[in-house]
């Protein structure tokens, strides 16, 4: 949790935190370690933080301060990104590379999609698709999201087109959310540890903050899993915020979770959105990872598959292609709100997050072959992924490593704590460090906000002969590392080694 | 010029005019006619216009005010476009069906595009394009667009991909430059009439307002001509607007001009630069219809092609294939600025106004192919814009009825001052209003911010069927409607009849 006040300029002005840049085309974030998220506990100084006109003062006086706050988001990110993309891992061409085991992406089915998108149904040119568009999406594409989402998400009753709005990412979705349900300086509670890219997502253009429901690897009380969510903690968090003055108005989740790769009971679901709907606070359900439940016996649910959502007035679901077809690179998201008021308002804003008109003929085409998905797309996918992450989550246990990792997703939350030279994210960052100058990028838990130092996430949704090799480097950094770190850290209290649900 | 204090809570609280929602799907901006609009030189009372309360208080309540303005943006032209959906003229089923020569879409080369972009050069798909971007695009992308501006701006020296950014369309790049040029609440200068949905573009994210430069139809002083900007003019709108504590932070041009159809001369262009430059503004060139210069005669020059910018590091040029390319629903536009601090900050925005790299490719595609831009496309697209404009400039020629027009875009500006009931803006609604009853859609004079009511912009680029078909139900309204009309209005002092440059 973090406070700040605003300023009138409407500058910067509050610790925005160590914003992940991972899955924003830079895998890491060096330069994003800042002084607020060296000391995520503290209550920090005014204007201290992202906001601080001390960091930015240097800065160009081209820009106005926001202007110059943005671009230090894209710099900070830039110095990793740099690194790696000046030395990027290639099979023919540069096998001393750097491995990526940081962004998550799934790099398993791209032979699948490109034989499916460059079939002849895909290519089609109509004056419509070169017209000015519908802002919500064209309504052929709606209705296919409808359909689409009824049947994947199980829904008890078939989803309306009117709910649904599309448009290029979830990036552009928070945007756009943030903006419409908050004021300048209200704020989302989020559980951490979570995709820290919806940290800027909420804040470059909406202003709103995010208030953090920290989850630890301890199990204790009604816990029974480490980063357990529990509406204690919500409660706790909410009450925090409101004593600190800052307003919330929604409640960010992540289900499937990333980075934890786990995934929501229905039961737990429900009970989240009946505490939002006690506050009256909306509920932000972020699902990109709905078909990337690669473990049959995971129960995943989609929060729209419920019977009866408590306060579906302020329950908003996003869903994209970037994850479960990977395709980060094809910009396609959407929302499902049974509010008009907020579908409508989110369209409004959409004139600055419109896809192609092309593009939403070929994401209809997609959506709609459920011949190919079923019988094609899904079962090798997933047949990949669970390959993929045996083999890593093997080599972890032959290390000896302690992970969570709950059948979901691209990524395994690793816990390194034992490694660190020092308990601390300092600690954390030199064993990055040192993980990239043995060549392997990963993403250490500060940009996800967790609590511990110590945790990092590794993707593993990637070729076998690149896992192959980040491992073998993974492995070098620990066996050279393990006798370098003379204590373990304090906060070391248990060991949540592998657990799944 | 408009001025009104911001609000703590980050709530509307300017005046940001009759915003057009023409070229943004929906043609007319009924509902867009509230009290600040009616009254453009009144100083508005603290919260009066968009931000007021009372206006949104019946609004939802999931909503938070800045949504409410933000959905307030789309209903209120939504009823037009409602109107206007819901009767579309179909020269196969809906005959009796509403012509639009309101939105500034180029309908006349679909056969052209549609051929182009079902070659087999634009299928192409790999791995690459499906993943994370980089945010300001594709190098590829960038490489062509910089060729591309290099050889139809005429630059002195080739320009450099590093100074490109490609994005989603220009509402984004408005949007995205507004946010990082200036501080909330600070402004644009910007000639009126202007196209008005810039007023929300630079507001509904950025919170950045309008300071209008009022030009009018009275040629005096030094003018050459009607609606002429000069220095001086930009002079005295500045002083108001410092006057009134307004910071402005830069000035817009449209060059062609949108809605007036001219052009800046390189004379002129350069004293508006360096007007700028002496007051350290920052211009922002948007250059959406460089291409669509259909009268050879026309000196035409784009910004880039000045052998020396006064302050380069200020200048920040757009374009789009919206208009040059007839693809509004493509969603490609680009930047060039040698500044790279404004392009880093706009790139960092990028990531939501990103587009499908498989969009990417086309667009690299299309630009590269210069044979069929020069030998193809061009001749044909200019020629069939020079037929369709003669067409309707002949017909009001005929009603006897002054307009002006450059020989640039897609619209004639045409004074229909004499034929208002009165010579207010609500006047100019009921003239509206009866075009569209007799079922044809203009946009009105007040939507571009035009200080003098009576003027309308009649959009050429359309078939000749549906031009015939409108200009007569125009010709049946004024015909009918001219015996209304008891007084001419009081400000018409000249006719610029057929003014062209």
């Given at each position: 949790m973090f406070t700040l006040p605003q300023k009138e300029s409407g500058a910067p002005t509050t610790c925005v935190g160590p914003a992940s840049t991972q899955d924003l085309g830079s895998s890491y974030e060096d330069g994003l370690?800042?002084?607020?998220?060296?000391?995520?506990?503290?209550?920090?100084?005014?204007?201290?933080?992202?906001?601080?006109?001390?960091?930015?003062?240097?800065?160009?006086?081209?820009?106005?301060?926001?202007?110059?706050?943005?671009?230090?988001?894209?710099?900070?990110?830039?110095?990793?990104?740099?690194?790696?993309?000046?030395?990027?891992?290639?099979?023919?061409?540069?096998?001393?590379?750097?491995?990526?085991?940081?962004?998550?992406?799934?790099?398993?089915?791209?032979?699948?999609?490109?034989?499916?998108?460059?079939?002849?149904?895909?290519?089609?040119?109509?004056?419509?698709?070169?017209?000015?568009?519908?802002w919500r999406g064209h309504l052929f594409l709606r209705e296919e999201v409808a359909k689409f989402l009824s049947f994947y998400c199980k829904s008890p009753a078939p989803l309306k087109p009117k709910n649904v709005v599309?448009?290029?990412?979830?990036?552009?979705?928070?945007?756009?959310?943030?903006?419409?349900?908050?004021?300048?300086?209200?704020?989302?509670?989020?559980?951490?540890?979570?995709?820290?890219?919806?940290?800027?997502?909420?804040?470059?253009?909406?202003?709103?903050?995010?208030?953090?429901?920290?989850?630890?690897?301890?199990?204790?009380?009604?816990?029974?899993?480490?980063?357990?969510?529990?509406?204690?903690?919500?409660?706790?968090?909410?009450?925090?915020?409101?004593?600190?003055?800052?307003?919330?108005?929604?409640?960010?989740?992540?289900?499937?979770?990333?980075?934890?790769?786990?995934?929501?009971?229905?039961?737990?679901?429900?009970?989240?959105?009946?505490?939002?709907?006690?506050?009256?606070?909306?509920?932000?359900?972020?699902?990109?990872?709905?078909?990337?439940?690669?473990?049959?016996?995971?129960?995943y649910r989609s929060v729209l598959s419920l019977e009866r959502l408590p306060d579906p007035q302020r329950t908003h679901v996003m869903w994209a292609t970037s994850k479960d077809f990977g395709m980060s690179g094809l910009r396609f998201g959407t929302l499902y709100t049974e509010n008009q008021d907020v579908a409508t308002a989110v369209a409004s804003l959409c004139r600055y997050h419109g896809l192609s008109g092309l593009v939403q003929h070929q994401m209809a085409q997609l959506l709609r072959d459920r011949d190919w998905i079923n019988q094609v797309y899904l079962p090798e996918n997933h047949a990949r992924l669970r390959a993929a992450h045996t083999y890593v989550s093997e080599e972890l246990r032959v290390l000896g490593i302690p992970f969570l990792s709950g059948g979901a997703g691209f990524f395994i939350w690793v816990d390194l704590r034992k490694y660190l030279p020092e308990a601390t994210f300092e600690g954390e960052m030199l064993l990055w460090r040192r993980f990239l100058e043995n060549k392997v990028l990963l993403s250490f838990g500060k940009a996800f906000e967790c609590k511990e130092p110590g945790w990092f996430r590794f993707v593993f949704s990637d070729k076998a002969h690149r896992l192959r090799l980040g491992m073998q480097r993974v492995r070098q950094v620990l066996e050279g590392q393990a006798q370098v770190a003379e204590d373990p850290p304090p906060c070391q209290t248990q060991k949540p080694s592998d657990q799944r649900r």
């Open positions: 370690e800042g002084e607020c998220s060296r000391k995520p506990d503290q209550k920090l100084p005014e204007l201290r933080g992202v906001g601080d006109p001390i960091m930015f003062s240097s800065g160009s006086s081209y820009l106005s301060s926001r202007g110059r706050m943005i671009k230090w988001f894209w710099d900070s990110a830039e110095e990793g990104y740099r690194t790696y993309h000046m030395d990027e891992y290639d099979e023919a061409k540069n096998t001393s590379g750097i491995i990526n085991l940081g962004t998550s992406e799934n790099k398993l089915c791209f032979d699948l999609l490109s034989k499916r998108l460059s079939q002849h149904d895909m290519h089609w040119v109509e004056p419509s698709l070169l017209q000015y568009p519908d599309v448009l290029n990412g979830c990036a552009s979705l928070f945007s756009a959310l943030a903006t419409v349900l908050c004021e300048v300086g209200e704020a989302f509670l989020i559980p951490t540890p979570y995709y820290g890219a919806i940290t800027q997502h909420v804040y470059l253009y909406g202003n709103v903050r995010l208030a953090y429901v920290y989850l630890d690897s301890e199990v204790t009380g009604t816990d029974t899993r480490p980063f357990q969510l529990t509406v204690e903690k919500l409660e706790m968090a909410l009450q925090e915020a409101n004593s600190e003055g800052i307003k919330v108005k929604g409640l960010i989740l992540i289900n499937p979770q990333n980075p934890l790769g786990d995934i929501y009971s229905p039961g737990e679901l429900q009970e989240y959105l009946v505490f939002a709907k006690r506050h009256k606070l909306h509920v932000v359900v972020d699902e990109v990872y709905m078909l990337s439940v690669f473990e049959e016996s995971v129960g």
